[in-house]
């Protein structure tokens, strides 16, 4: 049921508009398959946890309770799967502030870490932090990881690690002249184990990857250590009494400011490439599990610093979004942020119930899993990405950084590298010539700027009057000074007898940008119901003083200049027939041009439009078979994946559904029959049995806009109540969906809700723009 909004107004009782309904009592309901998933990420987090409080030098009861607190942050966060807790990504950070600080002190720089992430949530800053270039979070992270394998590596061996990385590679050989069998040897099953688990074969190899390798392998060292009655140091857990809480550091305030600073950054920057991540991870599923909602950032933001002002209160590590346990949460089915919540209770009743079992484990095996963590955060994928958009530089050079010296000198180091490759490449332009076939070609590599204006026009004077020449540009930026330099040597060639054309780096030719005097001659042109004003017609196409009609100007335009694109795979249409993806039932509205607001071509939508997208009930007297006949077609012939009922705003037919007289009143027309149709939509939206539809996290602000989202609601449950329909959402092979377009804002939002009686909100969220794949070409569209 949706979720309810408390009204500020009461309406006389002569007002259409709706009352709102009482809030429902949601209760706590949790889905099963967050009560598994949350069992899979807790077995992950409990080793993980023990082992990085291990790595930082901190009480193994402060990795505890940072797993226990990061169910906070999935309560609060905006990021309903992020599992958060202690990081690996945190390690060498978090040890450097107990060397100078103490632990107790460091506990107190967590506290405020976690304020300074609330302001910035505040401030709604969230994604400013995505500004940083992948290059540098991939080789910042790469830098801990290596310094985190060095340092281990020894515990591994049996020694003890040194406070830098440096000194732990100098120690090395001396440690390896002085190996520890018994250390080694549980090591080496723990590492084993790691690496084996996830490849051994067959059906075996499925029911035992049930397990997570990371408790498996501790759990498999654990019991040869006590077995082979090894002496080795154990987990040691102090009675929580004497459990060490915050106290204020004592150091130079630029000293502590920098050390929050680096804590907030570094958190905040790792739990919301996290969240990106987990929404990727979310969007790839395609099984038929409850919707889940984008990551809210700020909103996450604000989760995590609520999560770390409660574990440096507590006394736990620094807590941030983590993506081994979040993409482990994922693919074990989580649904909802109850899984987050329910692992750190579970870590919580571990941490109180369990220590005598937890003291069996030999810091051996911690150190040898946390050594593996930290050799798998030099991420192969992450550096071939890196290297295919030519920042290796970057990469390397910040990673080395946060090896030699510190995270946050580091990662300075990568952004002032980062700021000089961008300007040396803002600024390195090649440009060569040839004459192949009696054309004369001009490739210019590289961004035009004014710097580079000077050669650019040597090398266009050298071209002989009157030839034919092609210039293509490779580059994806070109400044004003550029522009004009390439616009008045085309103008003054041109004149000389000579032909100008303008392609990219895959020979696809470039339109020339048209002249004010064209200004208004564009595919978009009638759309704007040609208020721009008159314009020429082309060469041969209208005689003089007679003016065209706007439709058959479209048409020759379409003609002209669409057609030629779209001829091939209109060609495999009619030749293999249509194979769209979805049914689309949309408005009759003009406003609404479904290929444009979709980004849809031919064959793709199987569209069907009517007065207010209404999908009539097949039990009515008066129904409508050509609606049900699209319908039957699409889903039973077309085998459509998808349904999407799509409504908007300023909506004249729930204008006048609002306005109708009551049943039997009033003149009989056309359009009043049809509205009928509608009365279930307006009965749903005065109800109080139902509550409003929100759009983005506020009210409607007037009744036809709530009506509009109610009515897409309410036309969803008609689609569920068609015979075909039905079938195929049984069989689990049709999806529905609901969609508002504001017209006004030019905004898609998409309806999140759950699906079913269970439904708990409609919210229609807003669709965020996202940046085109890289390598994916853009595919001419009917405009």
């Not at 069998?181 to 067959?202: D, K």
């Not at 109540?721 to 504001?742: I, K, N, P, Y």
Request: charged share 15%.
């Amino acid at each position: 049921m949706p979720a309810c909004q408390p009204c500020t107004t009461t309406p006389a009782a002569d007002d259409h508009r709706p009352r709102p309904p009482r809030r429902p009592d949601r209760g706590f309901r949790v889905h099963p398959a967050d009560l598994s998933a949350s069992i899979s990420v807790f077995l992950i987090a409990l080793p993980l946890s023990l082992g990085i409080a291990l790595a930082t030098g901190a009480p193994l009861q402060a990795g505890l309770v940072a797993a226990a607190v990061g169910g906070v942050a999935g309560l609060l966060g905006g990021s309903p799967l992020q599992v958060s807790g202690p990081a690996a990504g945190l390690t060498v950070i978090t040890a450097d502030l107990i060397q100078r600080y103490g632990w107790r002190a460091t506990c107190a720089i967590t506290v405020v870490a976690g304020l300074a992430q609330l302001a910035l949530a505040a401030v709604r800053v969230a994604r400013s932090a995505l500004a940083v270039s992948p290059a540098i979070v991939h080789g910042m992270l790469a830098g801990i990881g290596v310094t985190i394998a060095l340092a281990q590596l020894h515990i591994v061996l049996g020694g003890t690690p040194h406070s830098s990385a440096v000194g732990n590679v100098r120690a090395l050989p001396a440690q390896l002249a002085h190996v520890h069998p018994a250390a080694l040897s549980v090591s080496a099953v723990t590492i084993a184990l790691l690496l084996a688990w996830p490849r051994i074969p067959g059906n075996t190899g499925r029911a035992l990857r049930k397990v997570p390798a990371a408790l498996a392998s501790v759990v498999a060292a654990t019991v040869v250590a006590v077995l082979a009655g090894l002496s080795l140091p154990r987990v040691d857990l102090p009675s929580w009494s004497s459990h060490a809480l915050p106290a204020l550091p004592e150091g130079t305030i630029p000293g502590i400011a920098a050390a929050v600073l680096t804590i907030t950054l570094v958190t905040s920057v790792q739990s919301l490439l996290s969240a990106i991540a987990v929404d990727k991870l979310v969007a790839a599923r395609k099984d038929a599990r409850p919707t889940v909602h984008r990551s809210d950032l700020d909103r996450e933001l604000a989760g995590q610093g609520a999560a770390n002002v409660v574990s440096g209160a507590l006394g736990g590590l620094p807590v941030a979004g983590v993506a081994v346990r979040s993409t482990a949460n994922v693919k074990a089915g989580g649904v909802s942020r109850h899984s987050t919540m329910l692992h750190g209770l579970w870590v919580a009743v571990a941490a109180l119930l369990l220590p005598p079992v937890l003291g069996l484990i030999p810091l051996a095996a911690l150190a040898a899993l946390v050594m593996v963590v930290g050799v798998q955060m030099v991420n192969l994928t992450h550096l071939r990405s890196v290297r295919r958009n030519r920042e290796i530089l970057v990469y390397a050079v910040t990673t080395t950084a946060v090896v030699f010296t510190d995270v946050l000198a580091g990662v300075a180091i990568g952004v002032a590298v980062a700021v000089a490759v961008a300007l040396h490449r803002l600024t390195r332009t090649r440009i060569t010539m040839e004459k192949r076939d009696g054309i004369h070609r001009v490739r210019v590599r590289g961004q035009l700027t004014f710097l580079a204006v000077p050669r650019l026009s040597r090398a266009l004077a050298q071209l002989p009057h009157g030839v034919d020449a092609v210039v293509e540009l490779d580059g994806s930026f070109m400044d004003h000074a550029a522009f004009e330099a390439l616009h008045d040597w085309q103008a003054a060639h041109e004149t000389q007898g000579g032909t100008v054309e303008f392609t990219g780096r895959s020979g696809g030719r470039i339109a020339e940008p048209a002249s004010e005097s064209h200004a208004c001659c564009r595919p978009w042109t009638p759309w704007r119901n040609h208020h721009c004003g008159e314009h020429p017609a082309a060469e041969g196409e209208q005689r003089p003083g007679r003016r065209r009609h706007q439709l058959a100007s479209g048409l020759s335009s379409f003609q002209r200049n669409t057609a030629p694109l779209l001829r091939g795979e209109l060609a495999r249409l009619a030749r293999e027939g249509q194979r769209p993806s979805q049914l689309f039932l949309t408005c009759t509205d003009s406003r609404l041009v479904t290929s444009m607001i979709t980004a849809s071509g031919p064959g793709d939508l199987f569209t069907v439009r009517n007065m207010g997208n209404l999908v009539p009930l097949t039990d009515e007297e008066t129904v409508d078979d050509s609606v049900a006949a699209a319908i039957e077609y699409a889903v039973d012939v077309l085998r459509v994946d998808s349904i999407t009922v799509c409504g908007h705003s300023d909506c004249a037919a729930m204008e006048a559904l609002l306005n109708a007289p009551p049943d039997g009143t009033g003149a009989t027309t056309p359009l009043r029959r049809w509205l009928r149709h509608g009365r279930p939509s307006l009965e749903r939206m005065r109800s109080r049995r139902h509550a409003w539809a929100r759009i983005s996290g506020r009210l409607p602000v007037d009744a036809v806009e709530q009506l509009g989202l109610t009515n897409v609601v309410q036309q969803l449950e008609h689609l569920r109540a068609h015979e075909s329909v039905a079938r195929r959402l049984a069989d689990g092979t049709l999806q529905l969906h609901g969609m508002f377009f504001h017209v006004g804002e030019a905004q898609a939002y998409l309806l999140t809700g759950g699906e079913g009686p269970d439904r708990i909100d409609d919210v229609f969220d807003r669709v965020a723009p996202v940046p085109p794949t890289e390598g994916t070409p853009a595919r001419p569209t009917a405009a």
